[in-house]
């Protein structure tokens, strides 16, 4: 019999991607569980929707109610938690809605999980998994040398990954103290299809498209290490059926590029895919704006242990992959086009008041 695989925030960017995987490549029973915020979207899974092994709950996973009767229903053999708040620019502005979902959303969905493990026969709780799915960000920042390791110890800067450090240690607590079993793993920067456009790479894509200024903080050489989605989704699966545990894994893409070097090679794309029509580089829309508040200076990867302990690693290589990115949205203007007005104001200039 197949399994049943619990997926919260699979409408969202990476869950989706997680949830189109699952349906496509395995014979697993997916079970979706999402509250449905600004940057959540049914249409990422439409296909899939249709599938006999997909099933559809929406709710917020605050809610200890709701989740105690979604998993008590759904019995599920893994518990796959992606769902969170995740804009840094937002967590600026509002960091109190970071701490409700990504704290105490985590906690609530712990506790529902345990209970729902406590009563299970001593193979099905040998089975379960419940995995957790961070970001690098809660490391903090890196000089110019160096990389994250799982033994990299945790310093967030912001609002968002100091709630996403917060619920790793959680995640950790449950695992250590009631004996929950519990995976984790820590990603870098995703790209890929179905960003929501107020994140980097959709929002200079879209913005270059329009013959609109792409605005780049600071000095524009902030370094961040990309993964593509894709090669996400086939990794999380990786650590939720083989990942060791209580042991965590850092996912990364072996791509370390500074932020303008992405915006140039967008643009230089773009420019060849779909010309502007007065035949101008859109490299001339670039403009430098104020930087973000507490701005990390560069993140970095070491998914050495992945590779070597479960035999992942990512098949896209950073240009071919930003390359079908920019190929997606130029076919895809019926999913962004609705969603652009939610990503035209700028955000983080302000604090919380």
Known sequence: MAQTVLVTGGAGFIGSALVRHLIRDTDVQVVNVDKLTYAANLDNLREEARSPRY????????????????????????????AAESHVDRSIEGPMAFVQTNVVGTAVLLSAAYGYWAGLDADAKSAFRFHHVSTDEVFGSLGEEGLFTEETPYDPRSPYSATKASSDHLVRAWGHTFGLPVVLSN??????????????IPLMILNALAGESLPVYGDGLNVRDWLHV?????????????????????????????????????CDHLDALAPMADGRSRRELIRYV??????????????????????????YDFDRGLKDTVRWYLDNEAWWSPLRHASRERRGLKAAS
């Open 55 to 82: 099933r559809f709950f929406q709710a917020d996973i605050c809610s200890a109610s709701d989740m105690a009767q979604i998993i008590g229903q759904t019995r599920p053999d893994k518990i796959i938690h992606l």
């Open 187 to 200: 990603c870098s920067n995703n790209y890929g299809p179905y960003h929501f456009p107020e994140k980097l």
């Open 230 to 266: 894709e090669d996400h989704a086939r990794a999380l699966w990786r650590v939720c059926t083989r990942g060791k545990l209580g042991e965590s894994y850092n996912i990364g893409g072996h791509n370390e590029v500074a932020n303008i070097d992405i915006v140039h090679l967008i």
């Open 290 to 315: 104020q930087d973000r508040p507490g701005h990390d200076r560069r993140y970095a990867i070491d998914a050495a242990k992945i590779d070597r302990e479960l035999g992942w690693r990512p098949d």
